[in-house]
């Protein structure tokens, strides 16, 4: 996040050319460094849509504590919405507040989970690609819907998982994340692989169908008490 991006004072047809462009660099290879920190994130609007919320829980990444992990830094960042409500560049509107949330953390993760589609889109540019491409880490989308893609049908057992593909292109995978609830669908944002994007997603579940970071991401920002923007807990 040393250098801008992109600005965000586009159109919608810029909007859309840009996605393509940025989508071409993205990395689909592993490259993470050893992971101490990792942060969910989920973005929300109140006010009828005119401003945008963005929560950041960081956790502590233990393998004997998982998925039982210490939260050290959370932050709920607010600002007015750039951006109108556009099927497919929702990026758009999220991101700015976003990038708000983790200008204002004390702790840098090594990967980051993001409640939204990786490159799970139409032109394979979702909310946690395009957040990978401006802090320049590793990101996995865990969303609850299917955004684009098919797939065939997910085994019962927690762990059980099919590819989302389109246009013969795997894109992500459809999760079943507990037994006899709904999968997650899940794909790689950028410098992961599907594979290790799954990996920590089962690493980060707990009790609940999403992993542990965008659960208590998707908590912080759910709350209307938020008397302090952030909070360093350890």
């Known amino acids: 996040m040393d250098a801008a991006l992109h600005e965000w004072n586009l159109s919608p047809k810029q909007a859309i050319a840009l996605q393509s462009r940025l989508a071409k660099q993205l990395e689909s290879r592993d490259r993470i460094d050893p992971v101490r920190y990792i942060a969910g994130v989920d ?20 393998p004997e504590a998982a998925p039982q992990l210490p939260v050290v830094e959370q932050v709920v960042h607010r600002e007015p919405t750039r ?17 708000g949330a983790f200008a204002k953390l004390e702790t840098r993760p090594q990967l980051v989970m993001v409640d939204g589609q990786g490159i799970a889109h139409p032109r394979r540019l979702g909310v946690a690609a395009h957040l ?40 992500g995978a459809v999760l079943r994340s507990r037994e006899n609830v709904k999968p997650v669908f899940v ?24 992993p542990e970071p965008t659960r ?3 908590r912080l920002a759910s709350r209307r008490d938020h008397k302090a923007s952030q909070r360093r807990l350890l």
């Open 43 to 62: 973005i929300g609007f109140e006010e009828e849509g005119a401003v945008t919320r963005a929560a950041v829980v960081v956790l502590k990444w233990s």
């Open 83 to 99: 951006m109108p409500y556009i099927p497919g560049l929702l990026s758009f509107r999220e991101i700015p507040a976003a990038l």
């Open 132 to 171: 990978g491409l401006w802090l320049d880490l590793p990101t996995i989308g865990i969303a609850k819907s299917r955004l684009t893609g098919t797939h065939g049908a997910v085994g019962d057992a927690r762990g059980d998982w099919v590819p989302l593909m389109a246009d013969q292109e795997v894109i």
């Open 187 to 210: 794909s790689p944002g950028h410098r992961l692989t599907l594979e290790t994007s799954l990996e920590w997603v089962l690493r980060c579940l707990g009790r609940t169908k999403l």
């Open 216 to 218: 208590l991401a998707d």
